[in-house]
Every structure is written in structure tokens, then in C-alpha cells.
């Protein structure tokens, strides 16, 4: 049974950093491309980051990009995000997400993901 279990949001001020966390079980972790995505109240799911299974690549949506790291250990089958300079607009929960490597479609699109976290909320006051 895969299992994604997110950890590490909470509420921040506005300029804060969070560090999430998701651990993977039941899979081959490092056969998979890991994502995290973000949904807030009222809007639909939307891409954050992505790494590739190697850890080679990584990509970030527009909005984050600058201010979210993300990282992989495969050796702890966990993937991380560091989001620093936190605006309230990061305001949602925060879902991580895998994807078997050679499965089709875009890393960019939550349905091309085969397993999903139970999602962490993180919070953003200014």
C-alpha cells in the first residue's frame, strides 16, 4: 500500500520560511518523479514543483520559483520543500504527489500523478 504522508506546515508571517516534508512508503521511490502541489479555498489544484527521480531536475511554477527549493533523498524516500520569503498568496494546502517516471504527461498536470498526500496546510498571514 503506497503511502504519502505530508508534515510541516503550519502558520507563518508574511517574509517566513517553511520547510514541508512527505514520506514516501509502499512505492519505489526512486522511480518516481515527486511533486507538490497547492490548492487554496475556492480554486483549483495547481503545480508548485516538481524533481525528477535522480534529483537532476527540478522545476517550479512561475509564482515560486525563486523563493521554493525542492530537494529528494532517495536513501529516505522522502522529498522536501523549502519555501522561504512566504507571501499570503502561498496561503493552501500543500499536497505532495508521485509520478511514475516514464508515465505519460507532464509533470506540470496534478492528473498525471498516480499517488497523493492527505495534503498539510500552511498559512500565510501578513
Known amino acids: 500500500q503506497v503511502q504519502l504522508v505530508e508534515s510541516g506546515g503550519g502558520l507563518v508571517q508574511a517574509g517566513g520560511s517553511l520547510r514541508l516534508a512527505c514520506a514516501a512508503s509502499g512505492l519505489t521511490f526512486s522511480s518516481y518523479t515527486m511533486g507538490w502541489f497547492r490548492q487554496a479555498p475556492g480554486k483549483e489544484r495547481e503545480f508548485a514543483a516538481a524533481i525528477s527521480w535522480s534529483g537532476g531536475s527540478t522545476y517550479y511554477a512561475d509564482s515560486v520559483k525563486g523563493r521554493f527549493t525542492i530537494s529528494r533523498d532517495n536513501a529516505k524516500n522522502t522529498v522536501s520543500l523549502q519555501m522561504n520569503s512566504l507571501k499570503p498568496e502561498d496561503t493552501a494546502v500543500y499536497y505532495c504527489?508521485?509520478?511514475?517516471?516514464?508515465?505519460?504527461?507532464?509533470?506540470?498536470?496534478?492528473?498525471?500523478?498516480?499517488?497523493w498526500g492527505q495534503g498539510t496546510q500552511v498559512t500565510v498571514s501578513s
Open positions: 504527489a508521485a509520478k511514475y517516471y516514464s508515465g505519460g504527461g507532464s509533470y506540470y498536470y496534478p492528473t498525471t500523478y498516480d499517488y
